[in-house]
C-alpha cells in the first residue's frame, strides 16, 4: 500500500509544472496628462493608500475658469441679440406681406404712373432684402453659439483634467512636483487597481497541451483557480516561452513570491 502512494505521488509531482510568480495588482495604470499647465499642488498623504473623491495632484486651470465665465456671459448676449432679431423679423414679415399685397393691387393699376409702380417694387424688395438680411443675422448667431458651446465643453473637459482623482484606484506613485509645468502626454502619476490580483507565468511550448485541464495550486495548495489569458505568441523578452496570466483574490500585501503549480 505504501509503495502504491510514493508511485502515485511520484507520477503527480512528475506532471506537474513548478513555476514561480510575484503577486501584481491586477493592473497598473499610467495616468498622463492631457493639458498643459503648472502643477499647483500634490497631496504625498495619500500614497499607497485607496483614492476616494480628493484630488491628489491639482493643476492650474485659473484662466480656463476665466474663459468659461466670459463664454457664458457672451453667449447670454448672443441669445438676447438673437431674441431681439426674431422680434425684428416677425415686424419685418408683417410688413413685408402688407406691401406685397399693394404692389400687386397697384401693378397693373394703369391710373398709376410708372415711377409710383417702381418705387412701390423697389420698396418691397428692400422689405425682402431687409427680411433676408435679418434671417441671415439670425443663422450667424446662432453658427457663433454652437462655436462657444463647443470651447465651453472644451474647457470644462480642461477644468475636469487639472484634478486628478482616479476613485477607487491605489495611488502607486507620483511622477511630477510642485511648480513643474507639465504637457500633454506627460507622465502625472501611476495608480494600481487592488480589487483582484494578478500572478504571470512563462510556459514552455509542452506545456500549452491541455491547459483547460490543469488545477492550480499556490504555495501547495489546491484551488479552483484557471488560467485566465495565455498568449499563444513567444514572449519577446523570455524567448520561447509563452505568457500567462492568473487572476486571484487580492491579497492583503502584494509583491509576495508564490509558488504555482499545474497539475
Do not use: C, H, W
Amino acid at each position: 500500500m505504501k509503495v502504491l502512494f510514493f508511485v502515485s505521488l511520484l507520477t503527480t509531482f512528475l506532471f506537474s509544472e513548478v513555476y514561480y510568480s510575484k503577486v501584481q495588482p491586477y493592473e497598473l495604470r499610467d495616468i498622463g496628462s492631457s493639458v498643459s499647465g503648472l502643477v499647483l499642488d500634490i497631496d504625498e498623504d495619500l500614497l499607497g493608500k485607496k483614492l476616494g473623491s480628493e484630488v491628489y495632484i491639482k493643476i492650474d486651470d485659473e484662466l480656463d475658469k476665466k474663459e468659461l465665465n466670459l463664454l457664458n456671459k457672451k453667449i447670454e448676449f448672443i441669445q438676447k441679440k438673437i431674441i431681439t432679431n426674431e422680434k425684428i423679423l416677425k415686424n419685418v414679415e408683417s410688413s413685408l406681406v402688407k406691401k406685397r399685397k399693394n404692389y400687386d393691387r397697384i401693378k397693373s393699376l394703369k391710373i398709376k404712373s410708372s415711377v409710383e409702380k417702381d418705387r412701390e417694387f423697389y420698396d418691397l424688395i428692400n422689405s425682402e432684402n431687409l427680411f433676408l438680411n435679418t434671417q441671415k443675422d439670425i443663422l450667424n448667431l446662432k453658427v457663433q453659439i454652437s462655436d462657444y458651446e463647443l470651447r465651453k465643453a472644451q474647457l470644462k473637459k480642461s477644468i475636469n483634467d487639472k484634478s486628478l482623482i482616479n476613485k477607487g484606484f491605489v495611488l502607486y506613485s507620483i511622477k511630477v512636483k510642485v511648480g513643474q509645468v507639465v504637457s500633454p502626454s506627460m507622465l502625472l502619476a501611476q495608480v494600481a487597481d487592488i480589487s483582484k490580483a494578478k500572478l504571470t507565468i512563462y510556459l514552455d511550448r509542452t506545456d500549452l497541451e491541455n491547459l483547460t485541464d490543469k488545477i492550480v495550486y499556490i504555495d501547495g495548495k489546491k484551488t479552483d483557480y484557471k488560467l485566465t489569458r495565455v498568449v499563444k505568441i513567444a514572449d519577446v523578452t523570455n524567448i520561447s516561452k509563452y505568457k500567462a496570466e492568473i487572476i486571484i483574490k487580492s491579497p492583503k500585501v502584494f509583491s509576495n513570491l508564490v509558488k504555482v503549480e499545474l497539475k
